[in-house]
């Protein structure tokens, strides 16, 4: 194929006075864009330094462009000491598994025993515990597979 066969394609002049208009009024995509930075702000910004303006009241794209910018600086600003404050994720614990037995299965004794022992040593007791319902999902596992390669090996 030759470049003189190729299709044209036609440029449309681009009048850069008329993009501009800080008066249009607001589309809904500016729209769209305004809730999420106000949402934002409202998460991240204490109450005392927001702008406390009502989002629904600017109309024009002037109006809009002064929001956007007000609410960037806060967030930046205040993103910016958020995350210095908060504590860096090393390693998360695993969430608790409910176990079979209960407390209202055990006896008072038992119940009483329990509870003073987590009064001296809470720490201790949590991470045993924690150890132990690993321990009794990870044999609880182990059974199931078993008995899924038994019921697989039956029906062949």
């Known amino acids: 194929m030759a470049i003189e066969d190729a299709p044209k394609i036609k440029v449309l002049e681009f009048d850069e006075d008329e993009a501009y208009d800080p008066e249009r009024p607001i589309s809904g995509l500016i729209r769209n864009q305004l809730l999420h930075l106000h949402h934002a702000e409202n998460l991240v910004v204490p109450a ?11 109309l024009t794209e002037r109006q809009a462009s002064d929001y956007i910018h007000k609410v960037t600086q806060l967030l930046h600003r205040f993103g ?10 090393k390693g ?8 079979k037995s209960t407390k209202k299965s055990q006896t008072p004794a038992k119940q009483t025993r329990k509870s003073t022992k987590k009064a001296q040593t809470p720490g201790k007791q949590t991470r045993k515990s924690t150890k132990k319902t690993q321990r009794s999902v990870q044999k609880a596992d182990t059974k199931q597979r078993k008995k899924t390669t038994r019921n697989k090996s039956k029906s062949r």
């Open 48 to 58: 005392r330094s927001r702008t406390n303006i009502n989002i629904n009241n600017l």
């Open 80 to 89: 910016k000491l958020d995350s210095a404050r908060r504590p860096a994720k």
């Open 92 to 99: 998360r614990t695993p969430a608790k598994v409910a176990t």
